[in-house]
């Protein structure tokens, strides 16, 4: 379901006053009953307080100005370790984990995987396999995951 700009600006807003920066939303289900999915990040934790502060505050306002007009189920949470990274500054939060990272190029690049052991200024730094560094512009970076464990 595409989502209206009217709707973005309102959550954006919300997000921003609780100090947190909007990663990505998502509406989705049946338009009788959707799902708006709001993902969250911040320099520090993410807390179940900061969730339902921003989910108070954006069901205060789509509520109140009747913009969805079916009924809808709002989730805010955190991204979680298994969606992608958006920001530099979400890399810092995830120090050695071990991630999986695409850069431009042609569509068969490998994808370049180790272990986060810097970032700095706009430098991803990965350890890979044989223990070797590897700099990584974070302006080439297509999507970066954290590799998990399962």
């Known amino acids: 379901m595409q989502l209206p700009d009217t709707i973005r600006q309102i959550i954006e807003a919300s997000v921003t006053e609780s100090q947190a ?4 939303v998502v509406m989705r289900g049946h338009y009788r009953r959707p799902v708006l999915e709001v993902y969250l990040d911040a320099p520090g934790p993410v807390t179940t307080d900061m969730c339902s502060e ?5 069901s205060g306002e789509l509520d109140g100005k009747d913009l969805i007009a079916e ?48 970032v700095e200024d706009d430098v991803v730094v990965l350890t890979d396999k044989s223990g070797t560094a590897v700099r990584l512009a ?5 999507e970066a995951r954290i590799v998990l464990p399962w």
């Open 21 to 24: 920066v909007l990663v990505d």
């Open 54 to 58: 921003v989910s108070r505050r954006i």
């Open 138 to 142: 974070f302006s080439g970076i297509i």
């Open 71 to 118: 009924e809808y189920r709002l989730e805010v949470s955190s991204p979680g370790l298994d969606r992608p990274l958006r920001y530099l500054w979400q890399y810092k939060k995830h120090m050695g984990r071990p991630f999986r990272i695409m850069m431009t190029g042609a569509p068969e690049t490998e994808p370049v995987t180790g272990k986060l052991e810097a």
